[in-house]
């Protein structure tokens, strides 16, 4: 079959609008689709983290044990190359960082496995990772625009800015004043 253009006749009154309401009828199921698989995805990546912290705790179980599960989980799920003996690594620092499975439910799953390596790799503890978590949600960060504002040091920046709004805008008509 060639690529020949096909000629169409002109779209009826309203039609480009209705295609567009379309066109985002279908986007936001597989928008949401994706989300919530992301978030089984992470809560998934805990618990398997939260076993294995308990375990080594409980049992006494090293290092080579997560090695050995690495390898097991790979052969049983080919396909899935989060089985990794880093990354599971990456799982129990996750539980050890987030023992509380409320806060992973309602805040951390939001954010893709990647982005909560990220703060385990670039944040020393939880009150900065929680701030981070929270302004990557609330403004849609990618991986590298929450790299580049831990590494910028966006939260200790924020606050700071010297501002003379308060004199030069009068209370009324000023955000700061409300």
Sequence with gaps: MSERSIRLTAPPTGYSDWLTGLKKRIHAPQQRASLAVNREMVLLYWNI????LTRQNQQGWGSK???RLAQDLRTSFPCMRVFSPRNLKYMRAFAEAWPDSEFVQQAAAQLPWGHNVVLLDKLPGPESRRWYIAQA???SWSR????MQIETRLLERTGKAVSNFENHLPK???DAGA
Excluded: K, M
């Excluded at 983290?49 to 294995?52: L, P, S």
């Excluded at 590298?144 to 790299?147: A, K």
């Design 49 to 52: 983290g939260h076993e294995i």
């Design 65 to 67: 044990v997560v090695d």
């Design 137 to 139: 949600i609330e403004h």
């Design 144 to 147: 590298n625009t929450l790299v």
């Design 172 to 174: 009324p008509q000023s």
